[in-house]
């Protein structure tokens, strides 16, 4: 089934000179339960896209169809629903709350239908690290609390802006691991935007961005496990 289908998407910042082209008509589709890894040099689009999909910015034009809905047509209102409801996003730098615990973290995001935030963290391998303030985590294990947030709720697309960006690469590693565990546990779909071309050997599905356009869209027949690459 097709988890997202994604028809001329278009996104501009700023006017006039100053006008910069973020997305430039973009088109592809994702398959339910596809691991897609996002490439493409600084500036081309990636976050923009990633943006748009989960509901945090808007595009000027095209369509976004994701689970059947069209989310370029929904209020805000209704995309605050979408964000909290069917996305989880993990970022870059964790973005966790410095002054809440790991576990206290998790909590924050859970949703009806979605798992505890002590399942959460036993996912991601950190049940012992519970009552930990991030200041008191490594970046691998506030990633990894990072994730156990994302996922708590069960999200139908999982959106992970540059995941393992600042982490060293067995760590980074590690990351990946949990992710593509997550995805055959859940058959989440999920969107991984990345600078790391060697993540395309995992994929299901590899999309290369450059100057807001698409120039790779390709299946990986035969994707590897995170743990059999060369990192
Ligand atoms: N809020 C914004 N206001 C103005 N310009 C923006 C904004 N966000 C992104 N841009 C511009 O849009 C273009 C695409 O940016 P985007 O962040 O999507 O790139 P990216 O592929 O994620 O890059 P990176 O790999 O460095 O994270 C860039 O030229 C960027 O400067
Ligand atoms: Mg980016």
Redesign the pocket.
């Known amino acids: 089934m097709s988890a997202l289908s994604i028809t001329d998407l278009r996104k501009s ?2 006017k006039g000179s100053n006008q ?1 082209v ?1 997305l430039d008509g973009v088109s592809f589709e994702v398959n339910e339960g596809e691991f897609t890894v996002i490439l ?10 990633l943006n748009v999909l989960g509901g945090m910015d808007r595009a000027d034009s095209g369509s976004a169809v994701v689970f059947e809905n069209d989310i370029t047509q929904y209020s805000s209102r209704k995309l605050v629903e979408y964000r909290r409801k069917d996305i989880g996003f993990v970022f870059q730098f964790y973005n966790l709350m410095p002054n809440l615990t790991a576990l206290e973290n998790v909590a924050i995001a859970k949703c009806a239908g979605g798992m505890s935030e002590e399942a959460a963290l036993k996912l991601v391998g950190l049940t012992r690290r519970g009552r930990n303030f991030p200041s008191q985590l490594s970046g691998g294990e506030q990633q990894r609390v990072a994730i156990a947030r994302a996922v708590v709720k069960k999200p139908r697309l999982l959106l992970c802006d ?1 995941p393992t960006g600042a982490l060293d690469s067995k760590t980074g590693q590690r990351i990946v691991m949990l992710l593509q565990r997550f995805k055959v546990r859940y058959q989440t779909t999920i969107i991984v ?1 990345t ?1 790391n071309a060697k993540l395309a050997q995992v994929a299901d599905r590899v999309i290369r ?1 450059s100057d807001g356009k698409i120039v790779e869209n390709s299946v990986n027949e035969n994707p590897l496990r995170a743990g059999e690459i060369e990192w």
């Open positions: 910042y700023g910069v973020a493409g040099p600084s500036g081309s689009g990636k976050s923009t896209l540059e935007v600078h961005l």
